[in-house]
């Protein structure tokens, strides 16, 4: 028992040697030529773009600073519409006195409010006027299609690409 | 660039098995290595850099493409038992003796190729990389034994490739 334990482990061993010796005997593969035009096209590409298609880190300070205020704001402004909307508040606000400075600001503000709200309405009216059945079917189709097309992806891979 | 290419496209090539791959992936190691340009140009270990990129690119290239069919394919991998696989055959030492240096290099690309992603990844990390059991581990985030499991494997498949001389070529495979 100990002897082919001990017989095991030499072998493994051995064959740890050859693999190593032979992984550092392969010198590096050699690139395609094409590889280094290949970069430099697509530099070229990249320099060529516009400032808002490059990634956000290489946009200018000034733009990303912009960037987030406005993203701050439609947050806001979301949060707003979700907790704070409804018809009677929004037209309230719209017909408030413009007596106040930077009045256009509530108005906007009001106004983004009323159109929330009326979108909301709209979207809940159509959402009820559906029957449940229907509802129902199409979450159940749309699932049973999403678990078929993962099952043949499956099978595809496993068929094409691990018996490889 | 030049000077680096054939390291990094290697790395790649050897980490992914894929011709096509290797080849974007190298592509994004030099655009980034370029929009590091400043540092770069002076620093006496671009070329460590490069190969930390080239190598982290290729695994993350990896989990990105292939988590989803990991769960299909290689999930009862995961539960495999990690005992120590048995090997059925002896491995002279002069078994690719005989062999032409550039024939021998062609079998061994070959071969790498051909092992499954979960042997042929720690194992090239294990003997090109020069990486620890550990690190590998963390890496690519299985546990310790799983990683001297499958390069134990990567191993034994490896040889019995070279054995039989690997001559049923693949697609895709890199060129030496």
């Not at chain 1, 406005?70 to 707003?80: D, Y």
């Not at chain 1, 509802?135 to 690409?161: D, E, P």
Request: aromatic share 8%; net charge positive.
């Amino acid at each position: 028992m100990n002897s082919s334990m001990n017989q095991s482990n030499d072998d493994h061993s051995r064959l740890e040697q050859f693999i190593s010796r032979t992984c550092r005997a392969q010198p590096p593969l050699r690139a395609p030529g094409t590889l280094g035009l290949r970069v430099f096209a697509e530099i070229e590409r990249r320099a060529a773009l516009p400032s808002w298609r490059r990634p956000f880190g290489q946009w200018p300070m000034a733009l990303r600073a912009a960037f987030l205020l406005i993203c701050i704001g439609a947050v806001q402004a979301s949060l707003s519409l979700v907790f704070w909307s409804g018809p009677e508040r929004a037209v309230a606000r719209m017909a408030a006195p413009a007596s106040r400075p930077l009045s256009w600001i509530h108005d906007a503000h009001a106004w983004v409010l009323f159109l929330g709200s009326l979108f909301n309405d709209i979207g809940t009216t159509i959402l009820h006027s559906i029957p449940p059945l229907w509802l129902y079917g199409s979450a159940t189709s749309l699932l049973s299609m999403y678990g078929l097309l993962a099952g043949l992806g499956a099978v595809a891979y496993r068929t094409l690409y691990a018996t490889r | 660039m030049q000077a680096y290419q054939d390291m990094v496209y290697s790395t790649a090539a050897r980490l992914l098995g894929n011709d096509a791959q290797a080849q974007d992936i190298a592509q994004d190691v030099f655009l980034k290595a370029f929009q590091n340009f400043d540092q770069l140009r002076t620093s006496p270990t671009r070329g460590g850099w490069l190969k930390t990129v080239a190598t982290n690119m290729s695994l993350n290239h990896l989990t990105r493409y292939r988590r989803r069919w990991r769960s299909f394919s290689e999930l009862h991998r995961e539960q495999d038992d990690e005992d120590e696989p048995a090997l059925d055959f002896a491995v002279p030492d002069t078994l690719l003796d005989g062999v032409a240096a550039g024939e021998r290099q062609r079998l061994v690309e070959q071969a790498l190729s051909r092992l499954p992603d979960h042997q042929r990844v720690p194992l090239v990390l294990f003997h090109f990389e020069d990486l620890p059991y550990p690190d590998i581990a963390r890496r690519l985030r299985v546990s310790l034994g799983k990683v001297k499991t499958d390069i134990m494997r990567g191993r034994i498949g490896l040889a019995k490739l070279l054995r039989t001389g690997a001559s049923v070529p693949t697609h895709g495979q890199p060129q030496p």
